[in-house]
C-alpha cells in the first residue's frame, strides 16, 4: 500500500529538471504581412524549427525522457539562467522581438529600402563609461570624428582602443521618443579596463545598428508564443521571399536556423539536434544551419539527419541564399511597389 502511494505521488511531484525535445516547424511564409503594401506569399517556402521545452518533469517524466534517444534531460539552471519561469519566457519574447526587428530591416536593406546610420544604444551597464555619457536610444553616429554606420563598426573602434584613452562620440538624441540625427551632442568617455580582459577597454553599452527605413509600408511578422532569437535567419528570408514576386525556394520547403546580425552575419543557435528531429518529420530536405556551431554539434545534427535531409552550414545571408539558389531556388525579383 506505502509502494503504491509513492508511485502515485512520484506521478504528480515535480523535479528541478526539463525535457528538451524536437518542437514545431512554422512556415514564415504565413507569419509575414505588410501593412498596404505589396506582398507575394510562398506556396512553400522558408521554415524555422523549435525546441520544445518541458519543465519541471515528474519523476515518470524524468525516467521517460532518459529512456527516449530524442529528448535531453538538463538542469533547470540549464535552461532558467537564474531566472524565475515567468523572467525567463519575458526574456524569450523580448529576444524573439529583437531578433523579427532585425530580420525585418536586413532584408528591407538587401532590397536596397533600409541603411545602416549609426549604433543605437539597447542596454547601458551600470556605473560603467558608457552610462555616464550615453541614454537608451541613443544612436552614436561618429568616434573621434569617424562616421560610424553600424553596431559592429562602433565595437571595433572602442576594441581598438586602451584603457585610459579619452573617446569622443558623436550622438543623435531620441527626440519625441524618435531619433532625430538634426538633434545631435558632443560627449567624451574615458574608457575603463575590463574585468574579463585585463588590458583591453571596456565601455559598458550593448548596441544594435541603428536603420533608417525608407520601405513605405510596415513589415509585420507575427511570431506567436515562440521566443528566442534563433529564427533571425529564417525570418530574414522570408521577408526576403514575401516582399519579391518568384519562390526564393523554387517552390520547395526549405528550412533554417540562426540568428540574424544586423550585418547579415548568421549566429549559433541551441538545440540543434532537437531541430534536425522536427525538420527531419517535414517535407524539407534543405536545412541552413550556422556555421559556428560546434564541430560536435554539427556531427550529431548530421547523424541525425540522415540521407533524405542535407544539412547545409552558412555564414551570412548571402551564402544562404546562395545555398538555396543552388538548391534550385530562385533568385529574389524587384521588390513589391512601394505604391500598391
Not at 148 to 161: C, D, G, K
Request: hydrophobic share 40%; net charge negative.
Amino acid at each position: 500500500m506505502v509502494a503504491a502511494g509513492l508511485a502515485i505521488g512520484s506521478a504528480f511531484v515535480r523535479l528541478p529538471y526539463y525535457a528538451l525535445g524536437a518542437g514545431s516547424v512554422r512556415p514564415t511564409g504565413e507569419l509575414i504581412s505588410v501593412d498596404g503594401g505589396g506582398l507575394y506569399p510562398p506556396t512553400a517556402g522558408v521554415a524555422f524549427p523549435t525546441v520544445s521545452v518541458s519543465g519541471r518533469v515528474t519523476v515518470w517524466g524524468l525516467l521517460a525522457a532518459w529512456f527516449d534517444d530524442e529528448t535531453d534531460v538538463v538542469k533547470e539552471e540549464v535552461v532558467l539562467q537564474g531566472r524565475t519561469p515567468a523572467q525567463s519566457q519575458e526574456y524569450n519574447y523580448r529576444q524573439m522581438d529583437d531578433a523579427k526587428t532585425v530580420a525585418m530591416k536586413v532584408a528591407l536593406a538587401e532590397l536596397g529600402q533600409a541603411e545602416g546610420t549609426g549604433a543605437q544604444v539597447i542596454e547601458l551597464v551600470p556605473d560603467s563609461p558608457a552610462a555616464a555619457v550615453l541614454r537608451p536610444g541613443d544612436v552614436v553616429i561618429e568616434v573621434a570624428g569617424t562616421p560610424v554606420s553600424s553596431s559592429t563598426e562602433l565595437v571595433n573602434q572602442i576594441t581598438s582602443r586602451l584603457p585610459g584613452d579619452a573617446v569622443e562620440l558623436r550622438v543623435a538624441r531620441l527626440v519625441e521618443g524618435a531619433v532625430d540625427r538634426e538633434v545631435t551632442e558632443t560627449v567624451t568617455a574615458t574608457l575603463a579596463e575590463s574585468e574579463e580582459k585585463p588590458g583591453s577597454a571596456f565601455f559598458g553599452v550593448r548596441v544594435q545598428t541603428y536603420f533608417e527605413v525608407t520601405f513605405p509600408h510596415e513589415v509585420i511578422i507575427d511570431s506567436g508564443q515562440v521566443g528566442g532569437p534563433s529564427a533571425g535567419l529564417a525570418f530574414t528570408l522570408g521577408v526576403l521571399d514575401s516582399l519579391t514576386p518568384g519562390e526564393l525556394t523554387g517552390g520547395e520547403p526549405v528550412a533554417a536556423t540562426g540568428t540574424m546580425g544586423p550585418d547579415g552575419t548568421v549566429g549559433a543557435i541551441g538545440g540543434l539536434p532537437h531541430k534536425v528531429d522536427a525538420v527531419r518529420r517535414t517535407d524539407a530536405d534543405l536545412f541552413l544551419v550556422p556555421d559556428t556551431q560546434s564541430p560536435a554539434e554539427l556531427d550529431e545534427a548530421r547523424r541525425r539527419a540522415g540521407d533524405d535531409l542535407e544539412i547545409v552550414t552558412v555564414h551570412d545571408l548571402d551564402e544562404a541564399v546562395a545555398a538555396i539558389l543552388a538548391h534550385g531556388g530562385q533568385a529574389p525579383g524587384p521588390l513589391a511597389s512601394a505604391s500598391s
